[in-house]
């Protein structure tokens, strides 16, 4: 997803941008843009090298820039703005389908835009050859640096297996060998390979970047699940389609009379969903949702196990980089985004505690609290490229995402005394 570039010094630009030289411009990871908005600065990092500063402009006060994780959607080398009398924006890069922006504008040391991010003239020439559509802009208050992160939970990227090749041992492996067994004869629909020949493992073209969510379930996470397990026990709850309608109203009501739990609140109270759960051999209720993208589509998703689900998990965003499939390895980086979550947005989303501190809640503790199943993490793993990035966020699906996007996770700094 992400060009290797050369940078060309031939360029006029400003005092306040700069370019390290060519060979740390071919490092080996993918490529990030960080925006701080306190500092009025960008800082390109290629793996964990940094290729480029310069001095920005973003939202003035009315207007502010969200902070948050977004990609590059779209580029184009001259565009007009649609918001904005018609205003002259080279080298587009466009952030967020609303209107949010990379482009080359008047750079004072000072917010000054109407929400996008200025860059210089000559740098913002210079970013556009060095990007391409997806590149992860990451833009906060406070600079952040990303850092290396190791942890058991991530993923592990493996050999891609065409289907039919991977079979259950659990009936075939014997637990003892008898030696009285006689020899039998296996047959084979290919012949053995003769003495002294060699193979070799030849790999497909790796596959695009995956784009990861790891977030809370939303309600019609919830009522889907309610409506699929309730129709399992013979309710009828109409089509499943993740609404609260007067059928699965009902089949609720009527549940919770067979269960004698009439008087426990909420529809879809905690009570209910356990003991729906467990009247269909489901275990307990998952708190946790994946969603995977791919080119900005969705892929696909499913539920996940959040440990203490009343503890806030924080914001935060991972990046592959040095992804070898064939040992096996990949390395990690990440930066923690403070996000603040109002009073009514915790009792929302069940959140007793909120990820206040930055060195309690980290990314390494919110992986631990996080357990996939076995066959979402074998389906990412084979699928895991170089650039694949993943935000976990307790906040889900932000409005900016959609059609066209990968996810986008806008984020709100704490009030200020």
Known sequence: MFQRFALAFGLCLAASTALVSPSHANGPGP????????????????????????????????????????SILEKRKYHESNLYSNAPMPFMQRLTWSGIAL????????????????LPNGFAKSLFSMTERGAHVIITDDPVTPRT???????????????????????????TIDASLKPVEVAMNQLPPKAGASASLVLEDEEPALRILITRRSQREQILDVQHLLADLGFDIGIPDGLMGSKTIA??????????????????????????????????PPAGQIMIRQQFKPLFE???????????????????TSVDRYKGKAEWRSVTLENHLSK?????????????????????????????????????????SEGTSITISDIGL????????????????????
């Not at 939202?59 to 502010?64: C, F, L, S």
């Not at 993923?155 to 041992?169: A, C, M, W, Y």
């Not at 909120?354 to 809640?361: E, L, Y």
């Not at 932000?398 to 005394?417: H, L, M, Q, Y």
Request: charged residues 20%.
């Open 103 to 118: 482009h080359e504008g008047k750079v004072p040391n000072y917010p000054a835009s109407h929400g996008c991010v200025r």
């Open 149 to 175: 992160l190791s942890h058991a939970t991530l993923f592990v990227p493996r050999i891609p297996v065409e289907d039919g090749q991977l079979l259950s041992d659990v009936q075939l492996r014997p637990t």
């Open 344 to 384: 009514p947005a915790m009792k929302r989303l069940g959140i007793v505690t909120p990820a206040d501190d930055p060195a309690v809640f980290t990314a390494e503790a919110a992986l631990a609290r996080i357990d996939f199943p076995g066959d979402i993490r074998a389906k990412i793993e084979t699928m895991l």
């Open 251 to 284: 089949a609720i009501k009527g549940y919770k009379r067979w269960k004698s739990i009439e008087k426990d609140g909420a529809i879809l109270s905690q009570i209910f969903l356990e003991a729906l759960y467990t009247s269909t051999g489901k275990g307990t």
């Open 302 to 320: 499913a539920p996940i196990s959040i440990e203490s689900p009343e503890l806030a998990l924080g914001t935060h965003f991972i990046e592959a």
């Open 31 to 70: 490529l990030q843009i960080y925006v701080s908005k306190t500092d009025q600065t960008l800082t390109v990092y290629d793996g964990n090298q940094i290729v480029a500063t310069s001095k920005v402009s973003t939202g003035k006060a009315g207007h502010t820039t969200p902070s948050g994780v977004f």
């Open 398 to 417: 932000g409005t900016e995402t959609g059609d066209g996007t990968d996810f986008i996770t806008v984020t709100r700094p704490a009030p200020r005394s």
